[in-house]
């Protein structure tokens, strides 16, 4: 056999072993991939699932000093007793009118704000969008003492339409940024065309512009939404009446010192969690371009 030969033959059982080594370290790249997947999803998922096992635990179970994670034994017992014993209903339906109206009063005035500043020119554009940044970046926990003290001394506390009011304040400069950042990727020439034709500038923003902008419409409502649903601390601070309560501090009745009623508080969570989970596989894919499409200005 030749040196040539021998060298050939050399060469093929190396490119052999980096051909075996390259295919072991993908399938040790996918394992650890699908491990890696597999633990993130359990760490995801538990927390519901324990959330609804112990809903459904019978009261017998549910004060237990070590937590049942698989049983048989499931009962409705709680989600009847919370609407038997509390009222339920009414949190419930609190929160969707502050949820809904909050929603709608943001998203309008956040469009129209937002149009403003990304199409018209007028002296103080600048000014205003730089307050309106400020006042995003500006934490809401700061805030609720003075504003406590504001709706103390106008008597507004324990009125709804005050929340729905304060919740704005937290969603209007969000919903303007995202809507902003949305409209600017939308042509000029579009609107322009229109207004050739005939259109104003409302038709043209009504028409054109907001079918255009829809997935960001939409994310800017599902914020808004979620935060009016599931807020807690100022809906805690501004309202005392039980009558007047929304899910989140209706939830704490059911706290009586170092007693925690388990079985009725995660039936509670389980039934406030449940509309915001179809809103959001709803809308999952207006939520992916919502968020997507004003990173770039096209």
């Known amino acids: 056999m030749t040196s040539a030969a021998i060298a050939r033959r050399g060469d093929t059982s190396a490119e052999r072993r980096q051909i075996a080594v390259q295919r072991f370290q993908r399938i040790a790249l996918r394992a650890f991939g699908v491990v890696l997947l597999a633990f993130v999803l359990l760490v995801a998922l538990f927390p519901p699932y324990f959330m609804v096992i112990t809903a459904l635990h019978p009261p017998s179970l549910s004060f237990n000093r070590t937590p049942t994670l698989f049983s048989t034994d499931l009962s409705l017992r709680a989600f009847t007793d919370l609407f038997e014993k509390y009222p339920y209903v009414t949190w419930m339906a609190n929160t969707t009118l502050v949820a809904v109206c909050s929603t709608i009063f943001s998203v309008t005035v956040a469009t129209l704000a937002a149009y403003s500043l990304s199409r018209l020119r007028y002296p103080g554009r600048g000014t205003l969008s730089s307050a309106v940044f400020f006042v995003y970046l500006f934490p809401s926990t700061l805030l609720f003492i003075p504003i406590y003290i504001v ?148």
């Open 151 to 298: 709706l103390n001394s106008l008597h507004l506390l324990d009125w709804l339409p005050a929340l729905i009011a304060v919740y704005l304040t937290f969603s209007v400069p969000f919903s303007i940024w995202l809507l902003k950042a949305y409209f600017l990727t939308i042509p000029r020439e579009l609107e322009d065309a229109a207004m050739v034709d005939g259109a104003t500038r409302w038709q043209s923003l009504v028409l054109i512009v907001m079918p255009l902008a829809t997935p960001g419409i939409a994310v800017a409502c599902i914020y808004s939404f979620t935060l009016a649903w599931n807020e807690y601390l100022y809906a805690f601070t501004l309202l005392s009446d039980q009558a007047k309560f929304t899910l989140a501090p209706g939830l704490t009745k059911l706290i009586f010192g170092d007693v925690f009623l388990w079985g009725m508080i995660m039936a509670g969570g389980v039934l406030m969690s449940a509309p915001l989970l179809v809103l959001y596989f709803i809308a999952q894919r207006y939520i992916v371009a919502g968020l997507s499409a004003g990173a770039v200005k096209g």
